[in-house]
C-alpha cells in the first residue's frame, strides 16, 4: 500500500521557506487534522468535536491569499480570527483532544507572529460574490446560493452540479432531420419559412427548399437569428446566413455586443475578455459559432455541400419564456403531424428501383468534416449507403440511418459528411450524455436499450427494497 497525501489547491502560496518557519506550528496542525482524516487518525477526533472543519475553512479562507499582493496581512489576520473563533465554539466538545488543544495553541503563535490583534474583523466562510449581470451562469450561481443557503444550512455537503442551470439542446440538418429539446428525433418537410425557436430572449428562423425532384424532402438555405434587447447587456442583433455566404458578423457589420465580461481561455493558452455576444469564425465560409454569454445559449451554424446545418443549446428556464402567440417551434413541439416524413420514429427508406439505385455524386478526396466536390457518379445501392455511412458513424443510432435516407435520397455525398458533423456539434453541446443515443424505433439496438433501461430501473427497486429492510 502506498502512503497517504494530502494537499491543498494554492496551498504552495502561503509556503516559502521563511513562511514555513514562521507557520510551522499551523502548518504541523493542518496537516495533521486533515491527513489523519484519510489516513485513520481520525478516530482520535470525538464525533462532536468540529475542529477538523475549523481547519478546512481556514484553508478554504488563505489558500487564494498571496504574500507579495497588498493587503495580505489584513485578511490573514482576519481568517485567523475566524479559526480562533471556531475554535471556541467547538471548545466544550473538543475538551481533551490533543488536536484541538495544538491548534489553539498554533493559531497563538501564529497571532503572535503576525501581530494581530485578538479584536477585529473575521473573514467569513461564504463571502458574499457580486454576481457578474451579463453572465447567464454568474447570475444563476448567485440566485441559486441565495435561495437555498438556509435550507442547506444544516447539510455537511452540497453537491454542485445541483445549482447549474439545466440546459436543452436542439438540432436540424440534412433534408432536413429534427432533434427537439425533447429529444424527439423527426424527419420533416417543413418546405419554406418556419420558426425553430421564438422566445422572450431568442428567435431562430430557418428556410428549407427542396433537394431533388419528386422528393418531398428538403434542405435548409438560409437561417436567421435575432438576439434581443437584454437592458445593460446588449441591444438587438440579427444574423443571418444563407448558402454560400456564412459571414462571420451581425447584419449590421458588428462581431460583437456589450462591455467584455470575463476571461474566457483560448485553445492556445491565452485568454482574453469576451463581451456578452459575439462571434467566433471557425472555418471561414464553412462554420461559424455564435456566443450569448449573457442569456447562456451557443449556437453552431455550418454549411456543407449545398446546405446548412444548425445546433443550438439554450437554459431550459429560457427556452420556457414565451407567450400563447409563440407555440409554434418546432425545437419546443416538433413539426406538424402534416409534415412529418417519418413514421413516429420510424424512418422509412425513399422508395426507388432497386434494380437501378440511385447515382451517388461521388468525393475526389476524403474529409471528416470539409465538404466534398461534385465528382464521378456510380450506382448506390441501400447496402452501398449503409457503407458510405460507416465510414464516419460508427454507432448505427439515428444518425447513421438519417445518413443513409439522405444518400438515397438525394445520392450526395456531403450529406453523409452533415449527419456526422451533426452528431459531433450535439455532443460538444449537449450536456447530458446519457442522452446522447436515440435509435429507430423497432431496431434491434432501440430494443436493446429498451430492455437495459428496464433492467436497471429493476435493479434500483431491488436496491432500494434491499437497504429499507436492512435499515
Known sequence: MGRAGCSYHGA??????SLMRRFRSLLLVVIVVSCGAHGGLGQVVAPQCRIQKCTTDFVSLTSHLMLAVDGFHTEFCKALRAYSACTQRTAKSCRGNLVFHSTVLGISDLMSQRNCSRDGPTSSTHPEIQPELCNYHSRTQHLHTHSHTHAHSHTHSHSYSNSRPGYLFCGLFGDPHLRTFKDSFQTCKVEGAWPLIDNDY???????????????ATATNKITIIFKPFE????????????????AAFDDGTVSSGDPIHSLSGTDGATGKVRALWISERNPGHHVELHAGYIGVTVIIRQLGRYLTLAVRIPEELAQAYDATQDLQLCLNGCPSAERIDQTGHLPLPVSPPALGLQMRRPSYSS??????????QVLSIEGAKEHCREKLEVQDIYFHSCVFDLLTTGDANFTVAAYSAQKDMESL??????WRIYPRGSAFSILHSHF???????????????????
Not at 431568442?202 to 418531398?216: E, I, K, M, R, Y
Not at 445593460?232 to 459571414?247: E, F, I, K
Not at 433501461?453 to 435499515?471: D, I, R
Open 453 to 471: 433501461q428496464n433492467v436497471k430501473q429493476l435493479l434500483l427497486l431491488l436496491l432500494c427494497s434491499l437497504s429499507l429492510a436492512l435499515m
Open 368 to 377: 471528416q468534416t470539409q465538404t466534398y466536390p461534385y465528382g464521378s457518379s
Open 12 to 17: 504552495e502560496r502561503l509556503v516559502s521557506p
Open 232 to 247: 445593460g447587456c446588449t441591444d438587438q442583433r440579427v444574423y443571418q446566413a444563407v448558402t454560400d455566404n456564412l459571414p
Open 202 to 216: 431568442l428567435s431562430v428562423q430557418v428556410t428549407n427548399v427542396p433537394v431533388v425532384p419528386g422528393s418531398s
Open 430 to 435: 449537449y450536456p447530458r450524455r446519457d442522452r
